[in-house]
């Protein structure tokens, strides 16, 4: 057997033993979601406010709360890949409106990952934030409610976190119409799978 006829059966055989694919974070045999196929917030959802979309890597996860070990824990929670689209601009419904997609190789690190953010609302959030429950397009998690700034024309902040399998959808509105019922509605049109 010539040289290209032993290459060409030796990957045929690796084919059909499927080498060469990684575990996709729900356990199952195929290809790794990158952070650009992560799905966040539509552009045209949050009309007239430029957006600007990033990967979201572990390092930038650990920097949203100043927890002892939070950087340890992201990744025992097998952490894979995230994407951030904000939203920012001078608008008379919303200025600051923030959309990530997680991804976790289980549905369990995606579990822990909203129930330590619920477990540790003010290091996320502040002291005075509150909680409640909330749940979208069959995924749950949790609405907070950060206390207003004391400051001049402060606008209401509300932050949605839900739990969809392996990933997590989170949700950030900020400005004069932001509403539960808003961030209900926005998150909900954010696709979970």
């Known amino acids: 057997m010539n040289h290209l006829a032993r290459m060409g059966a030796l990957l045929a055989l690796l084919a059909a033993a499927g080498c060469g694919q990684q575990a996709s974070p729900s356990g199952q045999s195929g290809p790794v979601a990158s952070s650009a196929t992560l799905p966040v917030l539509a552009a045209s959802a949050v009309p007239g406010i430029p957006s600007v979309t990033t990967p979201f890597t572990a390092a930038d996860l650990a920097k949203d709360a100043p927890v002892h070990g939070f950087a340890a824990k992201i990744a025992s929670w097998g952490y894979v890949a995230g994407r951030q689209r904000t939203f920012q601009g001078e608008s008379h419904r919303l200025t600051l409106v923030i959309s990530r997609a997680l991804i ?14 619920r477990q540790h609302p003010a290091a996320f959030f502040g002291i005075g934030v509150q909680a409640r429950h909330l749940a979208a397009r069959n995924a749950s998690g949790w609405l907070f409610t950060p206390p207003l700034c004391a400051c001049h024309l402060a606008n209401p902040a509300l932050v949605g976190i839900l739990n969809a399998h392996t990933r997590v959808i989170w949700l950030e509105i900020n400005g004069p119409t932001a509403t539960p019922a808003l961030l209900v509605r926005l998150i909900g049109s954010v696709p979970v799978q």
């Open 104 to 117: 976790f190789r289980s549905s369990a690190g995606a579990q822990h990952y909203v129930a330590f953010v």
